[in-house]
């Protein structure tokens, strides 16, 4: 081990932690403005890939491609909000958990049926495909870095709308006291259908940025949904700021725990062990962390002020 | 059994119901081979042990107010601790039996201390995070086959000549014997003076704690209870498949769980079995339809889930209610 | 007293049912992944079927031939109940199929317990080789372990001294690393065993890779995951640096995704393998030009077992002369493995599993710049796997 692995990881575990970020910045601002569990975030993570992967495939250019995803992932989220989640928000969270459940079901299967079951892929272009000499001589793929660019620059943006926008003060209004906000005339219906239709984009986004390093498949989004969950309610539901920092601790946590936490469980277990131990341990690892931060705070690590 | 024999209750729409999905469950093992589908007693044999699961569910979710999306992590187990104890050479029921219980009843102890310090989504979210956890668990452990499974050579051994696991009627009418009972321990649960506290709670936390009942011990009660119960379906399911994998315990299950009890209906003492048989055999329908709905069976039951949430409150039970009943549920 | 009328309203239900079985036809149920993403493979299965009950004319023998599908939803308790619907109501004569090692271990007893036949035509688990094995049970695929011990021997003939080891952490995965490790001489100077399914990011196992610099990386990645892991080898700069060897990780249905995302980097890497679509016998080339021609892709050795299959079940039949209940017989002739195999000819173990050759596949583009796989020689010779002497079959 030496200090330009330890690096390299670190960038690694930055790079998963910007998409878990766009993935929970939506997630928790719909739990806490509208107080809605949604389950089938992952599928607009799975809906933006599809989206991508075929206007890539249409345009033959990766940047059209997320040019024209976007919008679509705005509409998208748009229309299923209307279709769907509005008659949720007055319903209990069980019944939103089934009903966004029903629709994860729903999505995958009509996923299959439009583009089949094989996978889909986003070839990147070249000047986006190599690796690039950093610092320190680290050798770090170029993609990856506009990955954290872009999560970065999402979570600047966000952070301007949400604290400087007139929009963005209505969202703070609306989620530390819905009547409130109500009463001063805002349109909350509105309101709620932009904010969704924003997360749509923001996880649709993470899942077309995504795609030319893994691939679009169906059910990719239930898997990093949970992580997100997890990245949610410790960061606090409603915060952004939370989102963010947890999302970068969860990213790094795991990607660091998934490398050397069987060089460190030699210290302590016989090798064979170790080696049994380590991959079992690392995947477990950010749920004990969750089930631990909760533990001491039950309301995650910044809880929104005025929350209910 | 007092629940079933209570006339006043069999007369209300949904006791006639609870009476008819009871009596197709007893009886299957002689209807099906009569109408030559025998296929279906395994079915119902599959379904009864998910209905345990649900009426242990219900018993936390609908009567205490906790959602809790891990509650296959007590399926996953009570049916690995008979598979990894059958792969020891260890086949007592005897044996078996009380350590799965007995360990349902310890992680149901961590995990409820643990998540009942949350409330809401929080809750929701702990108990999956908790769940899932358990699942990886599963998954790496390769001497117990990860995720290709283990399998079971050998069902469990009371060491009975006439009450032997090995004869498939015998395992099916055990099943049938532990649902009722799991039932019945529920009603015994719900109307104690323990089961009002656990109820209070739910529609009034704080009320209950200015009554002086430290509230959070009781819902830790019903958690592991519900636990242990869970983990008797797993116990069973071990048996009856003669295998398990980590698919048993992942998060799906735990979801498909929550729905059989939607479905049924929430908080009613049958409703939760009523889910399981209708959620079953309309899974087995749907998938086995030839052609394009059997391919892609998921288009119509997502949807459907959706359907029940929004227009079928109180599940299939409330449903029956509404349409027979002039007066409303008689619960 | 009911139950003893029942009874015999059953045991009649079930001589009409047989009687009807008996109308000069053979019924087979196929049991693949149909629905979820993995429907890519049961897919490719599904049309080797069709087009191996094409080619024979829809009759094994005297019988017409009929193949009911049925779906495993990649879930061993559906796989399970499916596996009861096609024995207990469809009343199938023979059961075929399985992708999944956990589908079929939980699904086998339901057929076996039934005296019926149960082919694999993929998942191939240890125990089943070992001490599970059962004389109504066979494979017409491989053992786990074989692929990877024929990798391990193709990195030794090409003088790689040391390797990286990456590959998921569950069954199929910790027998591949296995099986390579009993073969390979050579020094394993790093090994990561990644969270399956849910990792499909191996930025950290790459830059470890970098740091070791060893003379080649092996690996397993089925499915999905394949194509991902290949892309990012690339991305992380190693492609052309460290020589990436593969089992179960490039196949016919990953290769053409991969070259229409146009990563170049899959090219010419090696894997192992039973099979090849240029071995070169009669059988393998019209099955290849007809599926070709069917479907316009590459078949993949999934569907190549799966033909097999059909055609050792075919010769069955035909040894018998249709007699279904002459189960010694079709026994014998599947222990005799006397059929056109798309592998040429090969030989069945005493447990029940082909004794067959491994050969090193290399991927190239083929004449009309279709990226596919080509025949580089054998690598073991008549390989068995090393679970038959765990085997004490019972007769």
Redesign the interface.
Known sequence: MNYVLFAEQFLNGFQLGMILFLLAAGLTLV?GIMDL?NLAHGSLYMLGAYFAATFSHLTGSFVWAILLAVPAMVAAGIIIEMI?LR??YA?D???Q???T??????????T??VWGPEGQVIPLPAYLDGSVALPLGIDYPVYRLVIIGCGLAVALGLWVLVSKTRIGMLIRAGSSNREMAGALGVNIATLFTVVFGIGAALAGFGGMIITPITQAEVGMGEIIL?QA??V??IGG?GSIKGAFIAAILIGVIDTMGRSFLDLLLLFILPANAAE?AG??LS??LI??L??GI??FR???LFPPKGAR | MKVLLDIQALKTPRGIVATIVVLLCGLMP?IA??I????YV??FA?TMIWAIAAVSLNLI?GYGGM?S?GHAAFFGIGAYTIGILAFHGVTSAWVQWPVALILSALVGLVFGA?SL??????F???T???A??LY??S????RY?????L?I?DRSDFGIGFFNLDDDLTLYYLIFAVLLLCVYVSWRIVNSPFGMVVRGAKSNDNRMQALGYPTTRYKLTAFVIAGVMCGMAGVLDANL???V?P??LN?PRS?EM??MV?LGG?GSLFGPVTGAVVFWLLQ?FL??WRGFI??????I??????L???FARGGIHGLVDRLFSRKGGAQ | M??KT??A??AF?LMA?TSVAQAAEIKVGFITT??TGAAVIGNDMKKAVDLAVEHMGGKMGPLDLEVIYA?D?F????G??AT??LV??DDVDIVAGYIW??VL??SK?VVLDEGKFLLSANAG?S?MAGE?CHKNFFSFSWQNDQTPMAMGELLNQRGVKSLYVIAP????G?DMVAGAERTFKGKIVGKDMT??PTQKDWAAEFTKVKAANPDGVFTFYPGGHGPAFLKQYEQAGLTGKVPLYSVFTLDAISLPLLQKAGMKSAMGTYMTQFWVQDLDNAQNKRFVADFKKKYGSYPSFYAAQSYDAMFAIKAAVEAVNGDLKNMDGMRKAFESADFPSVRGSFKMGPNHFPIQNFYAREVVADADGSWTTVNRGVVLANHQDSYASKCNMKM
């Open positions: 739990f569990v769907a008659t949720l319903r969270h069980l019944d958990v089934l009903a459940f029903g629709l994860i079901l729903f999505f995958n299967e009509l299959r049926i949970i969950f997890v949610v309610v539901i049994a991959p079992a995947s477990m749920f004990i969750m089930a909760l533990f039950p309301q995650g | 002689i081979p009569a030559g589908e025998s296929f395994d079915v599959r979710m959602i999306f643990i310090r949350t409330k809401g989504v929080y929701i979210m702990i999956l995070a908790l899932q956890m990886f668990l998954v790496s452990a390769q086959g990860s995720d290709d499974g399998t050579n498949e003669e295998f994998s698919d048993a998060w979801g929550i729905f939607v929430m087995d998938a086995n059997g391919d892609h069976w998921a288009i039951f997502g949807p459907f889930l959706i029940v949430v929004l | 009911l139950r029942l009874m309203a059953s239900a049912a149909l629905t779906d939803e879930n061993p308790q559906k399970k109940q009861e619907r207990k109501r090692s956990h271990l939980a007893n688990p125990p599970q952490n569950y069954a199929a910790q969270a399956w």
